[in-house]
């Protein structure tokens, strides 16, 4: 065993020993020191800029920094960060909607502090380059630039629970609109459970391996890392025989939300929920964490903490389905799709013309319950069919319109009573992005054994800051109770985006 020797890091003015130089300044920061705004997306990975910390003033991701290398230095998170300082960047993304989930946003308040402190005037070039470093999959880029442009200018605090009513809505479960959750405080569970928590995380024989800590449970299961394939993904179901107006194929797609899933329990006690601060597009409704917690806890008669690493979350966490269908102009084709629980259900909930055939595949578990999944897929056939978007009208009876070019992107909603415009343009917003991502970029690539290949963040396609076209959202006055927009949203940008691309047969079109 080689010899440890003691460190020192100052951690927001405090100076801690350190006696562990293998441990990651993350972990360091999380488990030693208690900093939970400083999240874990994707280690130790090092791509989604959720664990960004100032080392010496300098923006870096804490997650691939063994605290070794900080030795003697000054390392600043949130909690350090100047009281009006930190308080500004919370107003401004409060005020524009630029935080959803919250989880990637301290990260991001961190890159954009040490940006402004440079003193300089900053392009705003250079802001949307300075996001490459980070991954946001709830808001879509465009009011995270916009929170950049307004911090300084206070114009009140947006916390009122029609705010929050709006954004349960949009995001089909409990979310909270606060300063609070912009600084990272959203309740997740990894940040709420006890010291004394067993961690246990997915080993590679479909068990669970337990530590004191994050590193030993991770050591203990002796996985290898995820890595990305540079195997194109080809989607995976032939397309029915007929004479089409429309064809498209599609792949299996991952919902890449950045908190990974994770719950506690106590002995006895009741499991903490996945779904602290929002419902990761559907995906996390039937997490198996709850009851791997409660399991583990009445056995070893501790708390236990269950968590996924971004790669256990890859593999083992459900996926949109993939599909193969044909269209004709009348509303009536086939739409073959990998079977899933719902989806037919989903199908002919928009689009009962449409035959449905469920194809049995080798390949990660698919969801129904993801965002829009199959009726959205039927939609857009029909659309693409007609070469027009139209309205669409989602199941809940919301409706949605889009135009879409390179630069621009323009959408019309009416979904009941708005509540709060800039909530609701933010989720809008957010849902432009993943449909515009989804067509032109996103796909996983899974082995002929049904293994995913594309185990990091970075493989899923998630279109960067910089790359979007600019948004624009009208929201239609509407008096009636208040219904989920965003999805028929996500619908309608998907259609626009595709007849823009000139319809091409298989996705994403690039
Ligand atoms: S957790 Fe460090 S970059 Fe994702
Ligand atoms: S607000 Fe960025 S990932 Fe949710």
Redesign the pocket.
């Known amino acids: 065993m080689k010899d440890q020797k003691e460190l020192s890091i100052k951690v927001d003015g405090k100076v801690f020993s350190i006696n562990d130089e293998d441990l990651t300044l993350?972990d360091f920061l999380r488990s030693e020191v208690g900093i939970t705004s400083v999240?874990?997306?994707?280690?130790?990975?090092?791509?989604?800029?959720?664990?960004?910390v100032l080392v010496d003033g300098q923006a870096r991701?804490?997650?691939?920094t063994p605290v070794r290398r900080v030795a003697g230095r000054e390392i600043t998170t949130m909690q350090g960060l100047d009281g009006e300082i930190k308080n500004e960047w919370a107003e401004a993304f409060s005020q524009v909607g630029a935080s959803q989930c919250g989880f990637c946003t301290p990260?991001i308040i961190m890159r954009f502090a040490a940006l402004q402190k440079s003193g300089k005037q900053v392009e705003i070039e250079k802001v949307k380059r300075s996001l490459h470093a980070h991954?946001c999959r709830c808001t879509g880029w465009q009011t995270i630039v916009e929170a950049w442009e307004k911090v300084g200018k206070s114009e009140g605090i947006i916390e009122t629970k029609e705010a929050s009513l709006r954004a349960s809505i949009e995001g089909r479960s409990t979310q909270k609109i606060g300063l609070d959750i912009v600084l990272g405080m959203g309740g997740f569970s990894s940040d709420t459970a006890p010291s004394n928590c067993l961690i246990a995380v997915p080993d590679s024989s479909g068990g669970w391996s337990l530590g004191e800590n994050l590193t030993e449970a991770r050591n203990r299961a002796q996985k290898i890392q995820g890595r990305r394939t540079t195997v194109n993904a080809v989607p995976p179901i032939e397309l029915p025989p007929g004479d089409w107006d429309a064809v498209l194929k599609t792949n299996w797609v991952e919902p890449g939300y950045l908190e990974t899933d994770s719950a506690w329990c106590e002995p006895g006690g009741e499991p903490s929920t996945p779904l602290a601060n929002g419902g990761a597009f559907g995906s996390k409704l039937e997490s198996p964490v709850p009851e791997v917690a409660r399991s583990l806890a009445n056995k070893y008669k501790r708390p236990v903490l269950a968590i996924l690493s971004?790669e256990d979350s890859v593999r083992l966490g459900p996926k949109r389905p993939p599909i193969a269908g044909g269209v004709n102009k009348n509303g009536q084709g086939v739409i073959r799709v990998a079977r899933t629980s719902g989806i037919v259900d989903a199908i002919h909930s928009v689009a009962p013309e449409i035959e449905v055939e469920e194809i049995d595949l080798r390949g990660p578990i698919t969801s129904s319950k993801i965002r829009a999944a199959g009726w959205a897929e039927a939609q857009i056939l029909l659309c693409g069919a007609l070469g027009e978007v139209g309205t669409i009208i989602s199941p809940d009876g919301s409706s949605a319109s889009a135009e879409v070019d390179d630069r621009r992107i323009n959408i019309s909603v009416r979904c009941g009573k708005p509540l709060n415009e800039m909530v609701l343009r933010s989720y809008c917003i957010g849902a432009a992005h993943m449909a515009w991502s989804w067509v032109t970029s996103e796909s996983l690539t899974v082995d002929e054994n049904g293994e995913v290949q594309d185990l990091t963040?970075r493989s899923f396609g998630i279109v960067r800051a910089g790359e979007m076209p600019e948004v624009h959202v009208e929201i239609e006055p509407d008096k009636g109770k208040s219904i989920n927009g965003s999805d028929a949203v996500f619908a309608a940008v998907a259609a626009a985006t595709w007849i823009h691309k000139g319809t091409l047969p298989e996705w994403p079109t690039g």
Do not use: M, Y
Request: hydrophobic letters at 20%; a positive charge; charged letters at 15%.
């Open positions: 993350l999240k874990d997306g994707c280690s130790p990975q090092g791509q989604c800029g959720c664990c960004t991701v804490s997650c691939v990260g991954l971004r963040i």
